[in-house]
């Protein structure tokens, strides 16, 4: 590929490889440049562009990265189209992530012009979840580590193994002093995690915590058509000797392995009775937090073996956290109104008005940033925390008798990040959650915000509201407070976005109409147009 800087009537048929913005003219990285493009550049005094061309034996980007993830995908995987030199594979159904890490590693060696990048292997993935993407770094690659890629995808290396368990077995034992409560409890956890995979507990059991009456519940389960047993003992596992595995063996089992190196979750038996899989849980497994449990849980869910090299190798990145979108159990019954905060950024330098403060402008006989403050009040977020940096003081003054609190923040200069970790540190402990409003977006009103926060639900895995216009995600956003710790982490000036996707299993989009959602002021030209959208001229 021949890359470099040429006169613009010598780049017709080569691939801009920066973007060019001059006056009216702007000319995106990417483009496929043709005679009405180069003279544009002579016309806008452009003497010189870098450009990429190829030569005989190139392969183009797009072409490239579509045909080694066309080779990769296998059962349950769809491909999207190739665009920029990125072709992304995602889950067609919910399942369990299987990959080929020696494989997808030699690719990866091929060239540093190739490369594939997956989710963990064995990750529970949902219908529509990108699972993998590939991406060809420069504008084209040479056919030869093209062709050795798709070599070393003779077979598919990337598929979603889909849930074929649907009976679960549930078989808890008793001892003095263990609450009816916690079993219930621990019966609704499990079914919760069962739902995903579209699995039920068909039958259950309780029983003192001995070996003959464990191993006749397990027997009765088994013979009712259990597919999956899951046992949860009233003591630990402490031994291969102990209650539950003896039960086991009494019932023709085999105890396939015993303990495993990811905390939580050291305490798990892995045996089978009858030709299906039997879990003796670990005692983490009567919360919802991830755990090894979990781990192996969703695997025999998708009837995956789980040998005993697999659980062996599991001590690195054992130390879990918790799944963030399953609910946690509170000990008390939540309140029925939940608490959702506002925040309304009002720091910036407003740096593309020329010098004026755009959320001083009036629009209508009220300044920009108090449309959008009354209209956060009309909604139903309490309290409203209004940042301000930049000119703090005639913006505060702008405000001035509206029931919000302010909070400074010094650091403005640095980005939207500084202002967003100003706020959430100001939230009071109690919010459930917060949106997060922009101060120069005077055409949401309370109702697109009511939308939205009426959109979370956290019961069901709706942990992010965002709202969507034709496809396009806007703002304001509403966050879960399970968020706080990741929005406190932003920095520079790129806002939350990157945490939409990096959380898209918890995301729920709200479909709107008309352009509020994605109309920010940043120009003279936009606080026109504005101004004619509200107040009618």
Not at 123 to 148: H, N, Q, S, W, Y
Not at 248 to 273: K, S, T
Not at 368 to 389: K, N
């Amino acid at each position: 590929m021949k890359f470099g800087a040429v006169a613009p009537k010598e780049a017709v048929g080569g691939t801009a490889v920066h973007t060019i913005r001059h006056g009216a003219l702007v000319l995106k990285k990417g483009t496929l440049i043709g005679p009405a493009d180069a003279a544009a550049l002579e016309a806008a005094g452009i003497t010189d562009i870098v450009v990429a061309r190829l030569e005989p034996g190139d392969v183009s980007e797009d072409v490239a990265a579509a045909e080694i993830a066309k080779a990769i995908a296998g059962e349950g995987v769809h491909v999207d189209l190739a665009f920029t030199g990125r072709a992304n594979l995602f889950a067609r159904s919910a399942g369990v992530l299987v990959v080929d890490k020696d494989a997808i590693d030699r690719i990866n060696r091929i060239d540093e012009a190739i490369t594939v990048a997956t989710l963990s292997a064995y990750k529970p993935v949902v219908a529509g979840e990108m699972i993998a993407t590939v991406k060809i770094i420069p504008f084209a690659v040479a056919a030869a580590p093209r062709d050795l890629a798709l070599a070393a995808a003779k077979r598919p290396l990337v598929r979603v193994a889909p849930y074929r368990v649907r009976k679960v077995g549930v078989v808890s034992t008793l001892l003095p002093g263990l609450s009816p409560k916690v079993i219930d409890k621990t019966l609704k956890i499990t079914a919760e995690r069962l739902a995903p995979a579209n699995a039920t507990i068909i039958a259950e059991r309780r029983v003192p915590h001995e070996c003959v009456a464990l191993a006749r519940a397990l027997a009765e389960v088994l013979k009712q058509g259990a597919e999956l047993v899951v046992v949860f003992g009233a003591s630990a596992i402490a031994d291969r000797r102990d209650v539950i595995p003896a039960a086991l063996e009494a019932v023709g089992g085999r105890i396939e392995h015993f303990g495993m190196p990811v905390d939580p979750g050291n305490l798990l038996l892995l045996g089978a009775a009858g030709g299906r899989p039997v879990l003796g849980a670990p005692g983490c497994a009567r919360s919802p937090k991830e755990n090894g449990f979990d781990w192996v849980l969703m695997r025999l869910l998708a009837r995956l073996p789980v040998p005993r090299e697999d659980i062996t190798g599991m001590g690195v990145g054992g130390l879990l956290m918790e799944i963030v979108t399953r609910p946690q159990p509170r000990e008390e019954p939540p309140h029925p109104a939940r608490s959702i905060a506002a925040l309304v950024l009002a720091a910036g330098r407003s740096s593309r008005m020329g010098g004026a403060n755009k959320l001083l402008a009036a629009i209508g006989g009220r300044p920009l940033v108090r449309i959008v403050v009354e209209e956060t009040l009309a909604s139903r977020a309490r309290p409203v925390i209004v940042v301000t940096g930049h000119q703090r003081e005639r913006v505060e003054a702008a405000l001035a008798g509206l029931p919000v609190a302010f909070v400074h923040n010094p650091s403005f200069a640095d980005g939207l990040g500084t202002s967003l970790k100003a706020g959430i540190a100001a939230l009071p402990a109690a919010a459930d959650g917060v949106v997060v409003c922009l101060g120069d977006m005077p055409q949401v009103d309370a109702a697109l915000i009511d939308r939205l926060i009426g959109a979370l639900d956290p019961d069901k895995g709706a942990l992010i509201a965002v709202p969507s216009i034709d496809g396009q995600r806007g703002n304001p956003v509403v966050w879960s407070s399970r968020f706080f710790p990741d929005l406190m982490a932003v920095e520079g000036d790129i806002g939350a976005r990157h945490l939409i996707g990096r959380y898209s299993e918890a995301v729920v989009e709200v479909p709107l109409t008309g352009n509020a959602a994605l109309t920010d002021v940043d120009t003279p030209e936009a606080l026109l147009a504005a101004k004619a959208e509200l107040e009618g001229t």
